[in-house]
């Protein structure tokens, strides 16, 4: 844009000083005045230019923003399988009633009470004491009479060739026995096992040997 205007300057100082030559004379301009009218003619060719100017640039245009989409978050998905109701099976009881959980007595069965010596009483060497037992018959049918109570293992706390022949037991009947019992020579504990015929049950003694 400052090459244009320089050359309007130009031009319009040739046509001024032109003008001024071939004319009549006319009194002579102080320099003030040819520049007040310099600047004059000037300024309306600046402002002649600015309105060509302004009439050549288009109107801005506002472009409208593109509008913004909330962004939805998914719906969780369940990561959990869905819980199934447990179904407990149906407890179906005998014609005879009872807990379900009851066990079954055996047919034949016996147990031991009331022992004595107590489990790991204390003895000297070659000390004589009783071996008690009770056989109580815990079975649902009869112990038949004739069965032997007899050695089975361990220390020889009495003779071991004694045995008993116990008579018949019916279901909760009890039956009593009463050996002679010596103590080892030898320290320390010592045990010794009967058992009723038909491995029933399996009478015992614990003791301990001490000097």
Same mark, same amino acid.
């Given at each position: ?70 962004? #939805? ?22 014609? !005879?009633? @009872?807990? !379900? !959980? ?15 010596? %107590?489990?790991?009483?204390? %003895? ?7 071996? =008690? ?7 649902? =049918?009869?112990?038949?009479? @004739?069965? &032997? ?20 037991? =019916? ?7 009463? %050996? &002679? ?6 320290? @320390?504990?010592?045990?010794?096992? %009967?058992? #009723? ?13 001490? =000097?």
């Amino acid at each position: 844009m400052i090459q244009p205007m320089k050359r309007i300057l130009l031009s319009l100082m040739a046509v001024i000083f032109l003008l001024a030559a071939c004319g009549p004379a006319q009194p002579t301009q102080e320099p003030v005045d040819i520049a007040d009218q310099v600047a004059t003619a000037v300024a309306l060719t600046v402002a002649a230019q600015n309105t060509q100017t302004a009439a050549a640039i288009p109107p801005a245009t506002n472009t409208p923003l593109p509008t913004q989409t909330e962004a #939805v978050p998914p719906s969780p998905t369940a990561i959990l399988p869905t819980a199934t109701p447990l179904v407990l099976p149906t407890v179906t009881r005998g014609a !005879g009633g @009872g807990s !379900g !959980g009851a066990s079954t007595k055996p047919d034949y069965a016996c147990d031991v009470i009331r022992r004595r010596p %107590f489990d790991n009483t204390v %003895f000297r060497p070659n000390d004589t004491f009783d071996i =008690k037992w009770t056989i109580v018959n815990t079975g649902t =049918k009869a112990m038949r009479a @004739g069965l &032997d109570l007899k050695f089975n293992s361990g220390d020889p706390l009495t003779d071991v060739t004694a045995r008993v022949e116990l008579p018949e037991l =019916k279901p909760g009947d009890q039956y009593a026995v009463d %050996f &002679d019992g010596v103590a080892p020579k030898q320290e @320390g504990h010592h045990v010794m096992t %009967f058992v #009723v015929e038909g491995g029933l049950c399996y009478p015992y003694v614990v003791i301990l040997v001490e =000097k």
